[in-house]
């Protein structure tokens, strides 16, 4: 038998440590939960030194690299949830472009879309199963390798998102070219955005089923768009991703698992996105606690969102601004994150002040109430 046949989904260890999960769900917890975005990264010396053999996407494609990669930051830091480790243009790569991690550029398309005739280089079925079983391989070894320590959370880029990437080839300031298919095209814009949609469905069930006990959709460029065009080109696609995820994820008897959307720069949306069938909104620095409470009527619970930057104040202002956040937040229904992920050249040292700062701050805010 091969290997990797040995580790099934199921039989995970016990979880030990649910504050996540709770405060998803905004139920009571004893201190609030903390994680970061990109905690399994550059600014992590054994992170470097995992990732210096390797090309990334082929690091993407070995689980048992995804599991270290996952596993390290927990190592060091009490993180209450991980997150596994991989990319969101995976999903592109699955349907069938081609697409490279160039070092010092970032993710790079050779041959991006152009117009809507290139929509016919797409796979018009993709076999999530057989293109992306890496994941679901990685979220399976991580689960038991976790140990029960903590929740181990699954992710997606979204539709939007990932049109971005496949039309513009790379990253992008100003987003113009995939921005120009929804003035120029928007009926093959929009074929897109459900073909991907599709797919997403599929990768984001099959990543539950395969152990994941959380998931979060990346909506990392819906800053380039308006409120008129989010609501057209990106809005109903993350609203029918939960719809169909949640509904699938009931036949199968695994609803208890809680979704993140994050839609970065997108406080324009903030109270559609409070009503579009997630847990948790996720957001950026750019929006007030106490305001993102306000106008989500304390219907759902937020995740965020201290400025990245934060981390390279002193420790003791670090301090000083991670009280004010959980007193602007508030400490149910809350899961104290940053804004955006973390940077390469972060301190290690400043990271675990961020993370000691959200529970000592927050299991004083739970005993004096
Ligand atoms: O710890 C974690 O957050 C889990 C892993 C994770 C990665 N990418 C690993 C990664 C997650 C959740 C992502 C999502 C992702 N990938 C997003 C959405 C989040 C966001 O940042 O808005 C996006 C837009 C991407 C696309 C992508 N991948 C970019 C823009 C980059 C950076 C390129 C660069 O050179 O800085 C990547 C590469 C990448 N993905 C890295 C990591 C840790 C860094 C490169 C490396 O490890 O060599």
């Excluded at 076999?127 to 903590?150: P, Q, S």
């Excluded at 995820?245 to 997108?266: E, S, Y």
């Excluded at 750019?286 to 104040?313: F, H, V, W």
């Excluded at 004010?324 to 149910?332: E, I, V």
């Amino acid at each position: 038998m091969d290997k990797d046949d040995l580790i099934l989904p199921k039989d995970f260890p016990e979880l030990k440590n649910d504050t996540f999960l709770r405060a998803a769900w905004g139920e009571e917890t004893q201190h609030v939960p903390v994680w970061c975005m990109r905690q399994a990264g550059r600014y992590l010396p054994e992170f470097r030194e995992t990732r210096a053999a390797t090309d990334f996407f082929r690091t993407c494609r070995s689980p048992e690299l995804c599991c270290e990669l996952t596993l390290q930051p927990l190592r060091r830091f009490p993180f209450d949830a991980a997150i596994i480790f991989s990319d969101i243009l995976v999903v592109p790569q699955a349907m069938g472009m081609e697409v490279q991690m160039v070092p010092g550029k970032g993710p790079t398309f050779p041959e991006p879309l152009k117009d809507p005739d290139d929509l016919q280089r797409l796979r018009s079925k993709v076999d999530v199963a057989a293109e992306l079983g890496y994941v679901f391989k990685a979220i399976t070894l991580t689960r038991h390798k976790i140990e029960g320590k903590v929740p181990l959370i699954g992710f997606s880029g979204a539709p939007w998102t990932l049109m971005t990437y496949m039309i513009e080839g790379g990253g992008s300031t100003t987003q113009s070219k995939a921005k120009r298919w929804l003035y120029c095209h928007p009926e093959a814009s929009h074929r897109l955005l459900k073909q991907l949609t599709d797919v997403i469905v599929e990768y984001l069930l099959a990543q539950v089923a395969a152990g994941a006990q959380a998931l979060q959709v990346f909506e990392s460029h819906a800053g380039c768009l308006g409120p008129r065009e989010f609501r057209e080109f990106a809005l109903p696609y993350l609203r029918d991703i939960a719809r169909r995820v949640k509904d699938k994820t009931k036949d199968l008897g695994l609803d208890n698992v809680p979704m993140i959307v994050f839609a970065k720069d997108g406080h324009y949306a903030l109270e559609d996105l409070a009503e579009s069938h997630y847990e948790v909104v996720g957001l950026d620095w750019t929006i007030d606690p106490r305001s993102a409470r306000e106008r989500t009527g304390g219907k759902i619970s937020l995740q965020g969102n201290m400025d990245p930057c934060a981390l390279y104040a002193p420790k003791e202002q670090l301090d000083s601004i991670v009280g004010q956040m959980l007193d602007g937040f508030g400490t149910r229904g809350y899961i104290a994150n940053l804004g955006h992920g973390l940077y390469p050249d972060m301190d290690p040292e400043h990271v675990g002040a961020f993370v000691d700062a959200v529970h000592s701050h927050s299991r004083r805010l739970l005993r004096t109430k």
